[in-house]
């Protein structure tokens, strides 16, 4: 069965600062993979995928994502982060083109002072 | 409105009771997921719908959860004798047709208390 884990609770970070938010996974097959994003009182947001091609994804709001299979990763990235993208956030994985069952981390929180 | 929307946003019951949570996805969407958030976890697969027929179940807790899309548009859960450990926030998403690469649109969800 496929597993996700985000192995940080919560990032902090000053805005203007990069932003990297960690996720590795496990599939047997090859990994289809996503980062959503919940704002307090909305729903989850889809931000980026990666299923295949490129390594590096890029999404919403700036942020970008890099697939490395060696390490069975899948970090979120943003070069300067602001104050609006504190928020909670979810990796997911499907196990491959036949798997409809999208798996999520326990989600990190992300907090960026002014 | 344009996004999924679920009703009811919250629902207090007690122990013993049953409850229906619905879910109206976006138009057109063919593919429609329930999902389960517990207090600092990740979304918890259910159910899974292509249409009217429910494809993937197998994360269906136990045989007092049921779900019905019976028009292949607005689905509810349905919860009998709920549990205080059926407390969570329940969340509905669509997608438009075979879900597998495409992104899934969440409603904001329906948070169950059970006393």
């Known amino acids: 069965a496929q597993s996700v884990a985000q192995p940080e609770d919560q990032v902090n970070v000053a805005e203007g600062n990069p932003l990297t938010v960690k996720c590795t996974y496990s599939?047997?097959?090859?990994?289809?993979l996503f980062w959503y994003v919940q704002y307090p009182n909305r729903g989850l947001q889809f931000l980026l995928k990666?299923?295949?091609?490129?390594?590096l994804v890029k999404g919403s709001y700036g942020f970008e994502a890099e697939f490395n299979k060696s390490q069975t990763s899948f970090h979120l990235k943003k070069p300067s982060a602001l104050v609006s993208d504190s928020a909670l956030y979810f990796c997911?994985?499907?196990?491959?083109?036949?798997?409809?069952?999208?798996?999520f981390g326990a989600g990190t929180t992300v907090t960026v002072r002014a | 409105g344009a996004g999924v929307s679920q009703t009811p946003s919250n629902k207090v019951t007690e122990k013993g009771k049953y409850v229906e949570l619905r879910c109206d996805p976006i138009?057109?969407?063919?593919?429609l997921y329930w999902y389960r958030q517990s207090l600092g976890q990740g979304p918890e697969f259910l159910i899974y719908?292509?249409?009217?027929?429910?494809?993937?179940d197998s994360g269906l807790p136990n045989d007092r959860f049921f779900a019905v899309r019976p028009e292949g548009s607005v689905s509810t859960l349905k919860i009998q004798r709920t549990e205080r450990g059926d407390s969570a926030v329940y969340l509905c998403?669509?997608?438009?047709?075979?879900?597998?690469?495409?992104?899934?649109?969440f409603g904001e969800g329906s948070r169950l208390t059970v006393l």
């Open positions: 998403a669509s997608s438009l047709g075979h879900a597998n690469t495409g992104e899934l649109f």
């Open positions: 599939v047997s097959g090859n990994p289809y």
């Open positions: 990666y299923i295949t091609g490129d390594n």
């Open positions: 997911a994985v499907r196990d491959g083109p036949n798997d409809y069952k999208l798996s």
């Open positions: 138009s057109g969407h063919t593919a």
């Open positions: 719908f292509q249409g009217t027929g429910a494809a993937d």
